[in-house]
């Protein structure tokens, strides 16, 4: 069965620098989560979209936003990265409205900033 | 908003011996307590699930069960493997937004002997 795809599933930046994260869920899902997990940390949820449009925003930093395409995909922005942002970024996807259904999520990419 | 606790940090069984984890939620308004496995590396896996209006489920070897008066459920797992090895996350879904998202545990790492 499909699953979530994430792009890059590595990536190194220096600090003050820019990264953009791509998501592809899984087909004929339309809700998007972003998680963010730090070293020996649990998912902390960032921001999610549905259909299209943000739907939830959790603790995602002014520096970073995020889109979800008409084709479902979704992509991080991060700016002016900073040595905290080093972390795993999730992409998660469902189907359905309000949350019902599971969360899937996908194998995550590894942020090093430096 | 949603606050999740689960216990124990850390779990060391023998092979073939049973596991319990145990997660306590806040927000009675919650109803939906997904469970991941996450191995090194990769992303949280969903392996089972509990929704409000039952009190247990079963899927082969792994169960969980939910007490919605006392805000708890709990992960139980049967006759472990060594393969059963990695971070188990308790989760509850949070509808502070419109969608909701996850409110994870800290993770509950565990390790079965050979």
């Known amino acids: 069965a499909a699953g979530v795809i994430q792009s890059p599933r590595h990536l190194i930046k220096e600090k003050r620098e820019t990264a953009t994260l791509k998501c592809y869920p899984i087909?004929?899902?339309?809700?998007v989560y972003w998680y963010q997990q730090g070293p020996g940390q649990d998912p902390q949820f960032l921001i999610s979209f549905y259909e299209k449009m943000q739907s939830d925003k959790g603790s995602i930093p002014d520096r970073f936003s995020a889109q979800q395409f008409s084709d479902y995909h979704s992509e991080l922005n991060m700016s002016s990265l900073e040595l905290g942002d080093s972390a795993l970024y999730f992409c998660?996807?469902?189907?359905?409205?309000?949350?019902?259904?599971?969360?899937?999520f996908g194998p995550g990419t590894r942020l090093t900033v430096l | 908003g949603e606050n999740v606790e689960q216990h124990p940090s850390t779990l060391s069984v023998q092979e073939g011996d049973s596991a319990v984890i145990k997660c306590t939620y806040s927000d009675s308004a919650s109803n939906y307590f997904p469970w991941y496995k996450q191995e090194l590396g990769k992303g949280p896996q969903l392996i089972i699930d509990i929704r409000s209006n039952v009190g247990e489920k079963k899927d082969q070897r792994i169960a969980v069960t939910l007490n919605k008066t006392a805000k708890h459920f709990s992960l139980h797992i049967t006759e472990t493997q060594p393969e059963d090895s990695a971070v188990y996350f308790c989760a509850a879904l949070d509808y502070g937004g419109s969608q909701g998202n996850l409110i994870f545990g800290k993770g509950t790492k565990l390790s079965v002997k050979p």
């Open positions: 998660a996807s469902s189907t359905g409205t309000g949350g019902h259904n599971e969360q899937f």
């Open positions: 087909p004929r899902h339309d809700t």
